[in-house]
């Protein structure tokens, strides 16, 4: 059974801090996704890294793609209440299989 | 264009009971994904569609569970007898292809209720 485990699992902080969410597994995927969800919606796809060792900026969030593709990490930048949500990280394993991890819940005080 | 609809977005049943989850997904798109979330966490996939057929039911937990599409569009998730455990946000995601790092789209969820 492939796993993606995400730390921390809760997050609170200040506005402006910094932060690291991680997600790893043992498992190779051959792209990794993130998503946002807020409260009574569904996820919504953030950013997909493809290549091992990538990173691609989305304004004050990083993401970094593991070089043997089996881990990322997401950077946040001088956080912001807009930023509250639950982040999910998603493996994708052959034509369809999108495994999602364990979420990372993170609050952002004003 | 519409996101995905899922519908009813609250359900309250009692144990015992079936219940039937519906899901529009957009229009065009051939792959379909069903999903239970349990207190706001990770995402236990349930099953995948293309087109009308299903080739991975492997997450359904139990055989009260049973889904199908028609038309290439809308999927319905039935769970017979429901149990106080299948209480959960059910998702639903379609995307334009099965196709490595194709984006999924959600709609907002079934909020299922079991009493």
């Known amino acids: 059974t492939q796993l993606l485990e995400q730390s921390p699992q809760f997050l609170s902080i200040q506005e402006g801090e910094n932060l690291t969410v991680y997600c790893n597994s043992s498992?190779?995927?051959?792209?990794l996704q993130w998503y946002r969800q807020e409260p009574g919606e569904g996820p919504v796809l953030l950013v997909t890294?493809?290549?091992?060792?990538e990173v691609k900026k989305l304004k004050r969030l990083t993401f970094q793609f593991g070089d043997a593709r089996k881990d990322s990490s997401l950077h946040i930048t001088a956080a912001q209440p807009g930023d509250t949500g639950l982040y999910l990280c998603?493996?994708?394993?052959?034509?369809?299989?999108?495994?999602f991890g364990t979420g990372t819940r993170l609050k952002v005080l004003a | 264009g519409a996101g995905v609809s899922q519908s009813p977005s609250n359900k309250v049943t009692e144990k015992g009971k079936d219940v039937e989850l519906r899901c529009d997904p957009i229009?065009?798109?051939?792959?379909l994904y069903w999903y239970r979330q349990s207190l706001g966490q990770g995402l236990e996939f349930l099953i995948y569609f293309q087109g009308n057929s299903a080739p991975d039911k492997s997450g359904l937990p139990s055989d009260r569970f049973s889904a199908e599409r028609t038309g290439g569009s809308v999927s319905t998730l039935t769970i017979q007898r429901t149990q106080q455990e299948d209480s959960a946000v059910y998702l639903c995601?379609?995307?334009?292809?099965?196709?490595?790092?194709?984006?999924?789209?959600f709609g907002n969820g079934t909020r299922l209720t079991v009493t």
């Open positions: 995601a379609s995307s334009l292809s099965s196709g490595s790092g194709s984006p999924l789209h």
């Open positions: 498992s190779v995927f051959s792209s």
């Open positions: 890294v493809v290549t091992g060792g």
């Open positions: 229009s065009g798109h051939t792959a």
């Open positions: 998603a493996g994708v394993s052959g034509t369809y299989k999108y495994i």
